[in-house]
Every structure is written in structure tokens, then in C-alpha cells.
């Protein structure tokens, strides 16, 4: 009887002592930051989980840092791919085309119309959650990004703003050609420039 007493002690204590044990996929290890905010090439240059390489006065050349845990999963026959890293989801592929920043906004707002794999809070990524797909070397082709996303959408816009006094209405976008320093380049752009579109969403 004591030994059984002992036992339950035990079990009790190891119970009451140990945290619950928590699958990689129900919380994130980073959380990115996914307010819109204008941001000076500075701000750009100074953001979290990013390996600069080379810095210039619109941008810089880099990759992130992020360990990253893809899952290319079909929702409703909608391909989507899952990042339990980061707590993001990302539509598979994008756009189809380059399109100006509004158009971009506007084309996001059609595929919540749609409630694409179910849902209807898709948005532009911040510069953050876009660069976070920045990859250290050449995945997809000639693209710093991982296979699990499609190859066809080499940059992509944001929804950041460039707040510097000397570019006028400047977007963020993120290029995953790399260039002479071996890595993707996080840039301004006009508003009318011409970028495909990756939506996302938060998860929680």
C-alpha cells in the first residue's frame, strides 16, 4: 500500500513540477511584426532575424536569419503554404502579373471577396513578414526563397511605406533575385512601379 501511495506522490508531483508539453505547431518561436508602418531606409536597415550583407541608401542586400517550418498544405483547393515558425500563412504562389502598388491592394481585396482557402483576412506583408522569406542561398532557380513557394513571383510588394523626406510616395518591396552579394534585396519602390503580390495572414 505505501509503495502505491509513493507512487501517486510521484506521478502528482511530476504532474504539478513539469510544464505541458507543446506541439511545434501551436506556437510560434518568432513573432514578426505585422502593423503597416512607414519606415525610413534606416528602420528598413535595423529590422529583426535579417543578415545584411550589403547595405545602400534604398535598401539592402540580405537574408533571414528565421529557421524556418514549411507545410504546403490545399484548403479547399486552394494552395497555401504554413510556417509554424513564424505563425504566418502565405498564398502559395501570388499574382499571376506585376502590378502597381493600388492594384496590388485591390487584388488582395478580391481574393478576400472570394475567401480564398477559406478565408477572408488575406493582406499585403509587412517588411518583416516579406523578408523573413529571404533565404541565405539560391532555392528556386535563380530565387533566394524556398521550393515550397512557386518560382514565378520574383518580388513582391508590401504594405510599408518609405517615410524618407527625399522619396516620395515609396513603397517597400522585397526582390528575391539576388544580386553580386549573394542574397535577396529588400528595396524602395514608387507606388506605380510594377511588383507581384504574395498575401499572408496571421494565424492567431
Sequence with gaps: ???????????VSFV????????????PQITLNSTYRDLSVYHVQSISNISIRKKHDYGFYGYSTVTHR?????????NVVINYATGLMW???????????????????????????????????????????LELSRLAGDLYIDTVFDV?????????????????DGVWSVRFKGGAYGAGNVIWCYENASNYVRPVRSMK
Design 152 to 168: 514565378k513571383q520574383s518580388g513582391i510588394w508590401t504594405g510599408d511605406k518609405n517615410d524618407s523626406a527625399s522619396y516620395l
Design 1 to 11: 500500500m505505501r509503495k502505491y501511495l509513493l507512487l501517486h506522490i510521484l506521478i
Design 70 to 78: 514549411y507545410e504546403n498544405k490545399s484548403i479547399s483547393e486552394d
Design 91 to 133: 498564398h502559395q504562389s501570388g499574382s499571376e502579373k506585376n502590378m502597381g502598388w493600388n492594384e496590388a491592394k485591390q487584388w488582395v481585396g478580391d481574393l478576400n471577396g472570394r475567401g480564398y482557402a477559406g478565408y477572408h483576412d488575406w493582406r499585403l506583408p509587412t517588411v518583416e513578414e516579406a523578408a523573413s522569406l
Design 16 to 27: 504539478f513540477i513539469c510544464p505541458p508539453i507543446m506541439l511545434a505547431e501551436d506556437e
